[in-house]
């Protein structure tokens, strides 16, 4: 199946500045695509450029086929990261208009529009003034205004800042539908478990340079998995257990100490204990923590601190 | 072009939609219907002020005084009811104003009832006479002014009559007037009518009117642009169409709007000139048609408007907030008050070079040519000057739709220099 989005090579400069370095990557129909980096890693750049409202200054940008995201434009939706709408339109009017720049005709973007309002439980509100609606309201109805016209390939920058949970939840369902009936999803995010729960792949960013494209288990693999000890016992002795890269110790509360070891990859973390209680180190807990894509975020993209 | 009409119909909507819309197109002939009433209502509410004449002179003026205040007025319109003097007669002007003044003041009532307006004292002055107008309101100086009028021409008549001059005489000079009429070689028929002069007046009208659109279109274009830049929805509309279409869909849809409103006042000023001048109608609207003058002014009108609207459309994309553009219009209304100033002199000076000289300057350019209607500009100066904004338009479109793009993804406030930049890289990065 041809990709929905495809960046081969692709570079944008402003004067000096280098926002994003040959960057390739592959969105498919039906999949999720999570686009993480910090800030200032270049997303938005390249979720402009995707969209043609940005020309890079070098490299191939295909979006369904089409060299200029324009001749395709009815068929993306699209949601900025930052957000607003007409404020004095209804959710009906305001969807139905932008559905209709979608080349929906008026009469089937106002139905499409009553029906989506219906499903995320904003019936009672869609004839109201968007300035009436509450922050989270308003930004649902934005993002159904991206769905409306029933776009291949969506692009949501951000789209779960500002959410509360739970209309993160709902969001994360709507945008599983959305690949469920095909559609190639990329939206940009910050929050690391939004990510791991939703994406097929996931393509992380770090200043303008990519630093892996992959699944999030593949991404996972990057990391080290953790096996945390506590009891009373001196954190130097985790230096000559097998499989522990490094360590690190903190103080309990109530005495003794707890140290999280990195493991090196495959290493069987059993062989570790067995060797820890070889040794008579006492024990009092202990845990084996597989790695989160936070930690593999933090381990490819070289940062100190997750985003 | 239906992505355009969409953008243009929704334009439309809001600002139709809004109360300040009604207002504004409420406003000028409700506010012009007040101002033609006011003075007949003024008029029919207020009682006449009662005038008290005190002839001390020695000659008989009361009468005159009392004819010119029975239909001094305009249209022969009364100015003020002559009543006798309270506590008449008196020994001198001091003693007249002395037991005048508390009905003047109000204190007291005058025998008949009501109040003392004013009171003209008339008391001998070397060979003439002197008149102490006392009034409540020194504001108005229509009746001192009858009332001087009145005796001075009492004055002239007595003594061309004691120079021996027949009365009937008197009466044929007073009705002497020198007939005027007034003829132009470019009058149709040699003598100038109102229709001659119309074409003028149409095309001074129509400069002040676009004048006026291009002000109010500015403020809701520039309104409209920073509102969807600050709320991110330029950024959707640019990847749901191109930027002509935006642009396009804009500048139409405020088009619309101020074309409603001017088209409601343009009906119901012909629906009241055709009621209660039907001739001046009937001259307008052959004017209009004959020569093409209609064509004239929508070409100017409408190349105009879209030089004007294309500039601060793209102006609009590089602000953030009203408060940026509102300190970019104050410029811009400057240079837009000098063809304020010299479009009324196309009717008085209209073979002025200055007024030829601005009307290549391509911002003046459509008004002055309007407002040079009447003076036929000749067939080279109108083919040059409709080229000239044809041409600055078609500059403005080539620089501004890629500079466009790049504004409404810009943030930041607006800096000329960068704003002057882009419009030099065209928009490039």
Redo the contacts between chains.
């Keep these: 199946m041809e990709a929905a989005l495809v960046l081969d090579g692709v570079t944008k400069r ?1 004067g000096a500045f280098t926002a994003v370095d040959d960057l390739s990557f592959e969105a498919r129909p039906g999949r999720i695509l999570g686009f993480l980096g910090p800030n200032g890693a270049g997303k938005t750049t390249t979720l ?1 450029m995707a ?5 890079p200054t070098a490299g191939r940008i295909a979006v369904m086929g089409a060299p200029d ?2 001749a395709v ?1 009815a068929r ?1 939706g ?12 209804t959710p009906v009017g305001v969807i139905a ?2 559905a ?3 080349g929906v005709s008026g009469g089937e973007a106002r139905r499409r529009a009553r029906a989506l309002l219906e499903a995320q439980g904003l019936g009672e509100v869609m004839h109201r003034q968007i300035r009436s609606l509450s922050k989270g309201m308003a930004q649902k109805v934005q993002l159904l ?2 769905l409306a016209h029933e776009p291949d390939l969506v692009i949501l920058d951000e789209p779960f800042a500002g959410l509360d949970p739970v209309n993160q939840q709902s969001l994360e369902v709507l945008l599983r539908s959305i690949a469920a009936r095909g559609a190639a999803v990329i939206f940009s995010t910050h929050v690391m478990q939004h990510a791991e729960r939703l994406c097929d792949q996931v393509v992380l960013l770090a200043l303008g340079r990519k630093v892996f494209d992959g699944t999030v288990e593949e991404a996972r693999a990057a990391a080290p998995r953790a096996l945390i000890l506590e009891g009373a016992f001196e954190a130097s002795v985790m230096a000559d257990l097998p499989g522990v890269t490094g360590f690190a110790a903190e103080p309990l509360e109530g005495g003794g100490a707890r140290v999280t070891a990195s493991l090196s990859p495959g290493a069987p973390a059993q062989k570790t204990l067995m060797a820890a209680f070889a040794k008579e180190v006492e024990i009092s807990r202990f845990e084996l923590r597989e790695p989160h894509l936070h930690d593999a975020f933090i381990v490819l993209t070289g940062e100190g601190k997750a985003p | 072009m239906s992505r355009l009409l969409k953008i243009a119909g929704r334009e439309y909507l809001a600002y139709v939609r809004t109360p300040g819309f009604w207002l504004s197109i409420l406003l000028l002939p409700v506010g012009l219907s007040v101002l033609a009433l006011a003075p007949v209502l003024m008029a029919r509410s207020t009682p006449l002020p009662a005038l008290a004449v005190v002839d001390l002179s020695g000659r008989v003026l009361t009468p005159a005084v009392a004819r010119a205040m029975r239909s001094g007025g305009p249209d022969g319109r009364p100015i003020a009811r002559i009543v006798a003097p309270p506590g008449a007669p008196f020994a001198s002007a001091d003693d007249a104003t002395a037991r005048l003044k508390p009905y003047l003041g109000g204190r007291r009532a005058l025998p008949g009832g009501g109040r003392l307006s004013a009171v003209a004292i008339l008391r001998p002055a070397g060979d003439t006479v002197a008149i102490d107008f006392w009034s409540r309101n020194v504001a108005d100086g229509a009746m001192e002014r009858a009332v001087g009028g009145a005796v001075t021409r009492a004055l002239r008549r007595g003594a061309l009559a004691r120079a021996g001059l027949d009365p009937a005489a008197l009466a044929s000079l007073d009705a002497l007037q020198a007939g005027v009429t007034d003829f132009s070689p470019k009058a149709a028929a040699g003598k100038v009518a109102l229709g001659d002069r119309l074409p003028g007046v149409v095309g001074v009208a129509m400069g002040f009117l676009l004048w006026m659109v291009v002000l109010t279109g500015a403020g809701m274009l520039l309104g409209s642009i920073i509102e969807e830049k600050s709320s991110r929805i330029l950024e959707i509309l640019l990847s749901s169409a191109s930027v002509p279409e935006i642009m396009g869909g804009k500048i139409l849809g405020v088009a619309g709007v101020t074309g409603t409103v001017l088209a409601f006042w343009l009906t119901i000023a012909a629906v009241v000139v055709g009621i209660r001048l039907p001739d001046v109608a009937a001259d307008l609207a052959a004017i209009l048609l004959a020569k093409g003058l209609w064509a004239y002014l929508a070409l100017y009108f409408i190349g105009g408007y879209l030089m004007f609207a294309t500039l601060y459309v793209t102006i609009g994309a590089f602000c953030e907030s009203p408060r940026e553009a509102q300190t970019l219009m104050g410029p811009m209304t400057i240079l837009m008050s000098v063809p304020l100033m010299f479009m009324s002199q196309a009717l008085a000076r209209p073979d002025a070079p200055l007024l030829t000289v601005l009307s290549f300057i391509p911002p003046f350019t459509p008004f002055m040519m309007a407002a040079r209607a009447a003076t036929d500009p000749p067939a080279w100066q109108i083919a040059a000057t409709l080229a000239l904004i044809a041409g600055v338009t078609a500059l403005e479109l080539w620089v501004a739709i890629p500079a466009f793009k790049s504004g409404a993804l810009r943030s930041g406030r607006f800096e000329l220099r960068t704003f002057l930049a882009s419009l030099a890289r065209r928009g490039r990065d």
Excluded at chain 1, 51 to 55: D, I, K, S
Excluded at chain 1, 78 to 89: A, I, Q
């Design positions: 402003y402009r969209l043609g409202l940005v020309a995201a324009a434009r993306i699209f949601m900025p990261e930052e957000r607003g709408l007409y404020r004095r339109m208009f932008l209709g720049l979608k205004s991206a």
